[in-house]
């Protein structure tokens, strides 16, 4: 009789579209903005940068927990926890919102800065879209089509941006 090994493959949606076993869902220029990681004991989960538009890293997401960090505890970033809830803000502005579902599931609201100052805004609803403006208050040209229920599997990156307006999909197979 063969022996059986069942693997729990990470799975991520985004925006509508599905990442299967993809270890960088999001990417700018060389900065993971999501990115899968193994923990011990704990599986697969999330872990999210959170970057001031100044460029300094204020916290790190690790599935459902915010870790603050010591530039960012010197910026004065807290965490609120109201029912079903996980709030980071600074001063009156919210910067993450994790959201807590029945098991392991759970979903996230972001505005998310890159280190060099892009601002980079995910939604789901109304319409899914990513959307990355520069300093200047521009959006980059990411490309003219509409990227809703595509599932990606087996990619070393799947959302690739640049900052020089340029992106790829699914890049870099995963061995």
Not at 22 to 37: E, G, M
Not at 116 to 122: D, E, L
Not at 134 to 146: M, P, R, T, V
């Amino acid at each position: 009789m063969e022996n059986l090994i069942y693997k729990k493959t990470p799975t991520v949606t985004l925006a509508t579209n599905t990442f299967i076993n993809v270890p960088v869902i999001l990417q700018f220029d060389d900065t993971p903005l999501i990115s899968i990681v193994k923990k011990q004991h704990l599986g697969y989960t999330t872990q999210i940068p959170i970057y001031h538009p100044d460029g300094t890293y204020l916290a790190k997401v690790n599935g459902t927990r915010i870790y603050p960090t010591k530039d960012g505890k010197k910026a004065g970033i807290v965490m609120e926890h109201p029912a079903h809830m996980t709030v980071c803000k600074m001063g009156s502005k919210i910067l993450f919102e994790i959201f807590h579902e029945a098991g392991d599931a759970f979903r996230t609201h972001a505005e998310l800065y890159t280190p060099n100052g892009f601002f980079v805004k995910i939604t789901d609803l109304p319409k899914p879209e990513v959307e990355v403006i520069n300093k200047n208050g521009g959006a980059l040209q990411i490309g003219s089509f509409l990227l809703s229920h595509n599932t990606f599997v087996n990619c070393r990156i799947g959302i690739w941006l640049k900052s020089d307006g340029s992106s790829s999909l699914c890049s870099k197979n995963v061995t």
